[in-house]
């Protein structure tokens, strides 16, 4: 029981750090995307190009990770 309990809370660890990891590469490739675009307002393509930034940094972080 002790043994599953401690591998839970090193995974827990694991998606805390990958968690912030995804954050910060999904700001820089949504802002180098949105880079010459008016982000004044919030519209759907600028909604679109975050969420396909966040999309790309999980796969991008999978393959480095290699799981």
């Known amino acids: ?15 805390d750090r ?3 990891t ?3 590469a999904a700001a820089i490739i949504a802002a180098v ?7 004044s307002s919030p519209s759907p393509r600028i909604h679109a190009t975050v969420a396909d930034s966040v999309n ?6 999978t ?3 290699g799981r």
């Open 63 to 65: 393959r480095v990770t």
């Open 22 to 24: 995804v954050i910060i």
């Open 1 to 15: 029981m002790r043994r599953a309990i401690a591998r839970e809370e090193q995974e827990r660890k694991n998606q």
């Open 56 to 61: 790309l940094a999980r796969m991008i972080l």
């Open 33 to 39: 995307r949105l880079a010459r675009d008016d982000i």
């Open 18 to 20: 990958f968690a912030s």
